[in-house]
């Protein structure tokens, strides 16, 4: 069962990456959208790489990585570690 959070669109569901915040109604990470973001995405473009999820949702990822940025830093690190050559 989805727990939700202070952020509208931003669930947590244990059986879904481990129980990461991710956008309610999809399996979409919020790390996910703050990857994009670093990558130099304006926030309106991210909607057309993920197109199942609105400007809304997407806002309210990066919000919820402002309030949240050692949980998803970490996150990010953990699904990126670094490569060995």
């Known amino acids: 069962m989805p ?6 669109y ?10 990461e915040p991710i956008i309610a109604g999809t399996r ?8 994009l ?3 130099g995405y304006a926030p309106e473009e991210i909607p057309l790489h993920l197109p199942h ?4 949702q997407v806002f309210d990822a990066l919000s919820y990585y402002c309030d949240h940025q050692d ?3 970490a996150s990010i690190t953990q699904n990126h570690p670094a490569e060995t050559p």
């Open 3 to 8: 727990t939700v959070t202070k952020h509208r």
């Open 53 to 56: 999820l609105t400007l809304a």
């Open 37 to 39: 973001y670093r990558m």
């Open 71 to 73: 949980e998803i830093n």
């Open 10 to 19: 931003i669930v947590r569901d244990e059986r879904i990456h481990g129980g």
């Open 28 to 35: 979409t990470p919020v790390r996910a959208i703050v990857e």
